[in-house]
């Protein structure tokens, strides 16, 4: 296999990269909800909850370990591990 059409994980499983859905973009496990989608209502002020309310196949439980992953990675780059 030449690694082209390779299935990616991050988040402890719970984000998926697959070239068969849409496009090898990050999605959330077991949907084909974009990770990026989380990060951007957040971003524009929206609550988890309302992300939650709009995007009803992930859980509490996943959004919350998926920002809290990319927030201990920051702190790991960063070299402070003991900070969070």
């Known amino acids: ?8 994980t991050a988040a402890e499983g719970l984000v998926v ?3 068969g859905i849409l496009g090898g973009t990050p999605v959330f496990r077991g949907t084909r909800l974009p990770v990026q989608a989380l990060f951007d209502y957040l ?3 929206l609550s ?12 509490r439980e996943q959004a ?3 920002l809290q992953y990319g927030c201990d990675r920051i702190i790991r ?3 402070h591990e003991g900070s969070a």
């Open 1 to 8: 296999m030449n690694g082209v059409g390779a299935i990616k």
């Open 17 to 19: 990269s697959n070239p």
């Open 43 to 45: 971003a524009e002020g």
């Open 48 to 59: 988890l909850s309302y992300f939650l309310e709009t995007f009803e196949g992930v859980s």
């Open 64 to 66: 919350k370990a998926v």
């Open 77 to 79: 780059e960063l070299g």
